[in-house]
C-alpha cells in the first residue's frame, strides 16, 4: 500500500530533551516536506527537500532540523525542545513539487513539550 | 505567510443539503488545490485547478476559481455524514516547492 508512515504517533516529552520524528515514505516521491498545524494557523512549513541531499527552510525552521540522506526517510530533528513546539506534526511527499502534484500527507504525530 | 483564507471558519448543515466553503488569497497563483482533514488525521487532496481554469468537478465536488476576484470556492453536493471534516485550500506562487495554506474551514454534517 502506497503511503507515508510517522513514528511516533505522540510523544510527550521534557524541554531540553533532544527527539527524532521519523517519517518514510515507499512511492519513490522525490519531494517530501514537514509541516505543524496549530488552532487557527493552518498548516505552516517547517522544512521541505526537492531530493537526497538536498534541503530547505520553509516558514518557521528556527529550532528544528531535518536530513535527506536516502530517498525515502525525511527525520525530523528538534535538537531542544521547547513548549512552543508543542503541535501536530505532519510529514508528506509528492512525485516532484507539490505545485502541480499532489501531496500525501502521513498521520500525524502529536507533540507535547512539557 | 498565510495566503489563502477560507470561509465560513465553521459551517454546520443538515444531512443531503449543499455545502460551499470559500478562499480568498492575496496574490497571483499558479494553480489551487483543496484538501480535505479529518479530525486529528493527515491531509488528502481533493482537487487541483489551474490558474487557467474556472472550474472542475470530482464526484460531488465542484471547484471554480475566479482570478480577477482572486477567491475560489468548493461545492459538496448532497452532503454525507463522512463529509465532516476540515477543509484547506492551498495555493501556489511561483515556486515549485511550497503551498501556502488557509486556516480551514470546518464543516459539520448533521444527520
Known amino acids: 500500500e502506497a503511503q507515508v508512515t510517522q513514528n511516533p504517533r505522540y510523544l510527550i516529552t521534557v524541554t531540553g530533551k533532544k527527539l527524532t520524528v521519523t517519517c518514510s515514505q515507499n512511492?519513490?516521491?522525490?519531494?517530501m516536506s514537514w509541516y505543524r498545524q496549530d488552532p487557527g494557523l493552518g498548516l505552516r512549513q517547517i522544512y521541505y527537500?526537492?531530493?537526497?541531499?538536498?534541503?530547505d527552510k520553509g516558514d518557521v525552521p528556527e529550532g528544528y532540523k531535518v536530513s535527506r540522506k536516502e530517498k525515502r526517510n525525511f527525520p525530523l530533528i528538534l535538537e531542544s525542545p521547547s513548549p512552543n513546539q508543542t503541535s501536530l506534526y505532519f510529514c508528506?511527499?509528492?512525485?516532484?513539487?507539490?505545485?502541480?502534484?499532489?501531496?500525501?500527507f502521513g498521520p500525524g504525530t502529536r507533540l507535547t513539550v512539557l | 505567510s498565510q495566503q489563502g483564507e477560507e470561509d465560513p471558519q465553521a459551517l454546520s448543515i443538515q444531512e443531503g443539503e449543499n455545502a460551499t466553503m470559500n478562499c480568498s488569497y492575496k496574490?497571483?497563483?499558479?494553480?489551487l488545490q483543496w484538501y480535505r482533514q479529518n479530525s486529528g488525521r493527515g491531509l488528502v487532496h481533493l482537487i487541483l485547478?489551474?490558474?487557467n481554469e474556472r472550474e472542475k468537478h470530482s464526484g460531488r465536488l465542484r471547484v471554480t476559481l475566479d482570478t480577477s476576484k482572486k477567491s475560489s470556492s468548493l461545492l459538496i453536493t448532497a452532503s454525507r455524514a463522512a463529509d465532516t471534516a476540515s477543509y484547506f485550500c492551498?495555493?501556489?506562487?511561483?515556486?515549485?516547492?511550497?503551498?501556502?495554506w488557509g486556516a480551514g474551514t470546518k464543516l459539520i454534517i448533521k444527520p
Open positions: 492551498a495555493t501556489s506562487t511561483g515556486s515549485n516547492y511550497q503551498l501556502i
Open positions: 485547478i489551474r490558474s
Open positions: 527537500s526537492m531530493n537526497v541531499e538536498v534541503t
Open positions: 512511492m519513490n516521491h522525490e519531494y
Open positions: 496574490t497571483s497563483i499558479n494553480n
Open positions: 508528506a511527499s509528492s512525485p516532484s513539487g507539490p505545485t502541480y502534484n499532489e501531496q500525501f
